[in-house]
Structures are given as C-alpha cells and as structure tokens.
C-alpha cells in the first residue's frame, strides 16, 4: 500500500520517534487520536516517517508515546496481529511503543527508553514532520563529524507573501518563500552520551540539552535545502494530503 522504494544501504541503527505530545494546534483532528496518528492519504503520519526511514534499511523503532498512548499501542498490536494484507506491509518493521508519561517534556521522554538502546548512535525524529532527507548521507556526515549530535538544518517556508518596497510602491512580491535562516529540521543522528544532557522529565530537549551540546562543540549541523515540512496545523495537514493525493509527495521517492 505505501512501500514506495528499494533500501539503499543496510543501517542496523535504531530510530526513536517522540510522539507523545497533545498537538493542541490540529483542534478536532487530535482530540481523538495523538497527532502522530493523524492521516495522511489513509495512512497515519507516524508511518510514513518511518517508511521513510526503512528506505535506508531503518527498520527498528522506538515509539516514545505519551498523550492518547494506548491508541498508539492499539495500532501497532493490531498489525502485527492481523492477517496477510496489513501484515505484509509492515512486515519489516519491529516496533516498540513505550509509554513515557502523560505529560513528560521532550528531552524526559527520551531519557525514559535509554535502556533499549544499547550504548550505540541512534537516529532520533518528532511524529510529525515529513521531508525528503538522505538518512544515508546524514548518518555517513554524522559519523565523519564525530560529535555526540548531528541535527538537521532545514529552511521552511515562510508564513506570509514577502513585498518589497520602494517607498510606497511594491516592487517585487514573493508568496510564501524559503526562509533565508536555517532552522531545526528535527531528524538528528545521536550518540547515547547525549542522555546525559538530560536531567529528568520536565527536560526539554530543544533547551538546555542541546545548548549544552553547542557550548562543548558537540552539535553538528547536516545542511538539508530540500522538502521540510512539519504538520502543527490543520493548513499543513491539508497541504501534505494535496501533494499525496496529487503523487506529488516528496518523502515518498
């Protein structure tokens, strides 16, 4: 149904996803069901992440759940119970979803699920933001780099048209262009030492972890120019539906 490329290179490497969040910003869509849940062309958000990942042989995840977690595990139990058609889908994936609190903050939720990963570099990704990363040329950065992190550097697009002015005339109008600043695109590859950057669970990651990482020179950034785009809003939800449902979409290939 929605395996949709060949692995390129073999990658014994764990990739764990947040997905815990409330994902406020999507009103009645995650009411029901956690963001990560939330579909994309029939197909939940979570999965093409890590369909994206399996392109690249990543096929060992780790699911850090937390708001709505028993929906999440209903899920995953149910494919890996049911029948030909849903199982062969999935068939590649083994998944491991751990419940790390209601409301744990991000770094917190990381820290929980140290025990399953065995001392070795890990992939690391929010439930809901799709691009059309190399995981091969990051992980291979990553490791050139030898820094305990390796974030990806993303330019979204802009919220609002950008005018140019000449006085108080328009001079050039541009709808919705990339960002000229590079922002945390959120597929990082990490070494195990980042956890201990963590303190306890109302650590945020994107806070004092990863300011720590920067101060010790320890945060590398791989440069992606390509697809980015996070679902926080219904808008974007829809945008990434019209270029699934156009064949249009870029995580796909």
Partial sequence: MFRYGIIITIHYMKLVI???????RMGEESKK???P??????????????NRYSLFGINDFIICGGHKFSVIKKFFKEISQSGTRKKKIYEPFNVRVVNTGENTMTGGRLKRIDKYLDNETFCFTYGDTLNDLNIEKIIKFHKKQKTLATVTACKPNENFGILNLNKSKVIKFQEKPKSVNWVNGGYFVLETQVLDYIKNDSTVWEHEPMKKL???KEL???????F?????TINEKKY??????GKKAPWKT
């Fill in 33 to 35: 069901i956690p963001k």
């Fill in 220 to 226: 590398s950034a791989y440069k992606h120019s390509g």
């Fill in 37 to 50: 849940m939330i579909e994309i062309g029939g197909i939940p958000i979570i999965c093409h992440i890590m």
């Fill in 18 to 24: 947040l997905a815990g969040g409330y994902g406020t």
């Fill in 228 to 232: 980015y785009q996070p679902m926080d």
């Fill in 240 to 245: 990434l539906e019209k270029l699934w449902n």
């Fill in 214 to 216: 920067v101060k010790k």
